[in-house]
C-alpha cells in the first residue's frame, strides 16, 4: 500500500473510532500507541491527524499532544441554524427541480430507514444507528443538491451537523430515535403529496426537533 493510500486508511479508521466515541472527547491519543496497535509509521499517522484537526475531530497543541476535541453546544447550535437556513430555503422550489429519479430515490431510500427502524425494534437503536444517520445525511444532502448548487452542498457539508451529532448518540434514549424515525415519515409523506408548504412544515419541525434533541445532550456530562 502506498503512503497516501495509508494516510487514508489510518484517517478513516481514527475518524470512525471518534465518531463512534471510542475515544471520548478531551481524551488525549497516544501516538506511540496509535503506531504500535495500527502497525504503521509517524508520518502517515501525522498525517491523517492533521486532517482530522482540519475537520474538527481533534486538536493538536504544541508541546501538549494530540486531544480528540471537545463537543461545543455553541458551535453545534451555530451549525443547525445554517444548516436550518439552507434545508428551508432549497424546499421552498425543490418540486419544480425533482425527476422521477429522485422520486425514487426517495421511495428507496424511505425503505432502506423503515428497515433499519424495523430492526431495531428487535436488536435495540445502538445496533443500527450509524447506519440510520448515514441515510439520513442522504436525505438531507440530497435536498440541498437537487434544490441549490454544488457550492452550497459543499458548505452545507462543511458545517458537519451529522458529524457532531454521530458524537453525541450515544447518549439519546429511545423516545428519541423513535421520534426521529416519526418526523421522517412525516417528510417523505409530504414528498409523496408534492406539498411544498407541507414538506417546509414537516422539515421545520425535525430540524428544531433534532436541534433540541443534540443541544440537550450535548450539554450533558459525558
Known amino acids: 500500500m502506498d503512503l497516501p493510500n495509508l494516510t487514508d486508511v489510518i484517517y478513516q479508521l481514527l475518524r470512525e473510532r471518534i465518531l463512534r466515541y471510542?475515544?471520548?472527547?478531551?481524551?488525549?491519543?497516544?501516538?506511540?500507541?496509535?503506531?504500535a496497535?495500527?502497525?504503521?509509521?509517524?508520518?502517515p499517522l501525522k498525517d491523517a491527524l492533521t486532517r482530522l484537526e482540519a475537520e474538527g475531530l481533534v486538536e493538536i497543541l504544541p508541546r501538549r499532544g494530540t486531544f480528540?476535541?471537545?463537543?461545543?453546544?455553541e458551535k453545534l447550535d451555530e451549525a443547525y441554524k445554517i444548516r436550518s437556513a439552507f434545508e428551508l430555503y432549497v424546499?421552498?422550489?425543490?418540486?419544480?427541480?425533482?425527476?422521477?429519479?429522485?422520486?425514487?430515490?426517495?421511495?428507496?431510500?424511505?425503505?432502506?430507514?423503515?428497515a433499519l427502524a424495523q430492526s431495531a425494534d428487535a436488536n435495540g437503536w445502538g445496533s443500527i444507528i450509524h447506519d440510520y444517520l448515514a441515510l439520513d445525511q442522504q436525505l438531507h444532502e440530497h435536498f440541498v443538491l437537487r434544490g441549490g448548487t454544488p457550492r452550497m452542498l459543499q458548505l452545507f457539508q462543511q458545517m458537519n451537523v451529522h458529524m457532531h451529532v454521530r458524537r453525541i448518540i450515544r447518549r439519546y434514549q429511545p423516545r428519541d430515535f423513535q421520534a426521529l424515525h416519526f418526523e421522517h415519515e412525516q417528510i417523505f409523506e409530504a414528498l409523496d403529496d408534492r406539498s411544498p408548504d407541507r414538506l417546509n412544515a414537516a422539515l421545520l419541525n425535525h430540524l428544531e426537533a433534532s436541534r433540541y434533541r443534540a443541544l440537550r445532550y450535548s450539554q450533558e456530562t459525558p
Not at 22 to 35: K, S
Not at 68 to 73: G, M, Q, T
Not at 95 to 111: C, G, I, V
Open 22 to 35: 471510542e475515544f471520548a472527547p478531551g481524551a488525549r491519543l497516544d501516538l506511540a500507541e496509535l503506531e
Open 37 to 43: 496497535s495500527l502497525e504503521v509509521s509517524r508520518t
Open 68 to 73: 480528540v476535541a471537545a463537543i461545543s453546544a
Open 91 to 114: 424546499v421552498l422550489c425543490i418540486f419544480k427541480y425533482l425527476t422521477p429519479q429522485d422520486f425514487a430515490f426517495f421511495h428507496d431510500l424511505r425503505q432502506s430507514l423503515e
